[in-house]
């Protein structure tokens, strides 16, 4: 069966600091893979998605970057955060497009 | 239904009742929905999907209704268990652009005793 793995699961970083967020998926082959952000209180934001190793496609400008180093492994990362990139994050995986995607635990992160 | 501001709406029901979780999408080009249930400091867990070429689908409890006249998508849970206790999000896939899903606000469902 397929397994995603996320962590770690809480992060408390001061600001300026870097980021690094990982995320594999054991069980399958060549996902979809996905960065989501979600604000407290918030419904989920789209930040990055990858159908493939080193492509990325990303949806909102911000201060984040991701990179697919492996065919499984997705990684979310920062220079140097800012306060606002506090928030819960969550890695995801689907097959298609088109199908349901499969979540992480997800990562708190607290920028302080 | 949709919020506005930083504020989940809110659906209490009591135990053993039914309960109907609604959703508003935007694209009416939209061809593929999902709900998720998300628990507290937990990822969104799979609940049920429908494609645009179908009403309705039904699954253990669980119901989803797609209205593509109104773009309205509902969520009927029956008899509604304190388990079921936690923030719903319905999600559609446009077609074009971007991969992902775009997700709705979410509504909190609290099972009273």
């Known amino acids: 069966s397929q397994t995603i793995h996320q962590w770690p699961a809480t992060l408390v970083q001061p600001v300026g600091s870097p980021l690094s967020l990982e995320c594999t998926v054991e069980?399958?082959?060549?996902?979809?893979l996905y960065w989501y952000r979600q604000a407290a209180g918030r419904g989920l934001q789209l930040l990055f998605y990858?159908?493939?190793?080193?492509?990325i496609s990303s949806e909102v400008p911000q201060n984040l970057s991701a990179s697919r180093p492996q065919d499984r492994q997705f990684i979310l990362s920062s220079k140097k955060l800012l306060l606002s990139d506090s928030g819960f994050y969550l890695c995801?995986?689907?097959?298609?497009?088109?199908?349901?995607?499969?979540f992480g635990q997800g990562t708190r992160l607290t920028v302080v | 239904g949709e919020s506005v501001g930083l504020h989940l709406p809110t659906l209490s029901v009591q135990e053993g009742d039914n309960s109907i979780i609604n959703c508003a999408y935007s694209?009416?080009?939209?061809?593929?929905f999902i709900w998720y249930k998300q628990e507290s400091g937990k990822g969104p867990q799979f609940i049920i999907d429908?494609?645009?070429?179908?009403d309705k689908r039904q699954g253990q409890r669980v119901t989803v209704l797609l209205n593509k006249t109104v773009k309205h998508l509902s969520l009927q849970i029956a008899a509604t268990q304190p388990g079921d206790s936690a923030v719903y999000f319905c999600?559609?896939?446009?077609?074009?652009?971007?991969?992902?899903?775009?997700f709705g606000k979410g509504t909190h469902l609290i099972i009273q005793p």
């Open positions: 995801a995986w689907s097959v298609l497009p088109n199908t349901e995607a499969f």
């Open positions: 069980g399958t082959s060549n996902p979809n």
């Open positions: 990858s159908v493939g190793i080193g492509q």
């Open positions: 694209n009416s080009a939209s061809d593929y």
């Open positions: 429908i494609r645009s070429n179908m």
């Open positions: 999600a559609e896939k446009r077609p074009g652009g971007a991969d992902g899903l775009t």
